[in-house]
Nanobody, 129 residues
Framework: QVQLVESGGGLVQAGGSLRLSCAAS????????MGWFRQAPGKEREFVAG???????YYADSVKGRFTISRDNAKKTVSLEMNSLRPDDTAVYYC???????????????????????WGQGTQVTVSS
């Protein structure tokens, strides 16, 4: 059973940066796509960024150019570098792992919550104005 543990959240001023990390336990990691989602108070969980097995990355329009997702299969980690943070980035951020997937994924696949079989517990990111 794979478990995901996020870290790196916190409080930051607008314009600042944070780096989130997600560590996976268990045997399977490199055979799946990984993604970051977020949920703000009173809103539904939404896609932020995803990365497939080839290293191809996918982003929501709201974070494109500001966030960067990366993965290290040897360490079984996926990271989200967040720059130029804005108050509307405030949310609980969740890391997710998909089912076993082909080497190349598509945006529609990595951005769909139904593609993910494992989720972390979430880490809070708060951006003050």
């Amino acid at each position: 059973q794979v478990q995901l543990v996020e870290s790196g959240g916190g409080l930051v001023q607008a314009g600042g940066s944070l780096r989130l990390s997600c560590a996976a336990s268990g045997r399977t990691f490199s055979d799946a796509a990984m993604g970051w989602f977020r949920q703000a108070p009173g809103k539904e969980r939404e896609f932020v960024a995803g990365i497939d097995r080839s290293g191809g990355s996918y982003y929501a329009d709201s974070v494109k150019g500001r966030f960067t997702i990366s993965r290290d299969n040897a360490k079984k980690t996926v990271s989200l570098e967040m720059n130029s943070l804005r108050p509307d980035d405030t949310a609980v951020y969740y890391c997710g792992k998909t089912r076993r997937v082909a080497f190349y994924a598509t945006f529609s696949y990595v951005s769909a919550q139904s593609s993910y079989e494992t989720w972390g517990q979430g880490t809070q990111v708060t951006v003050s104005s």
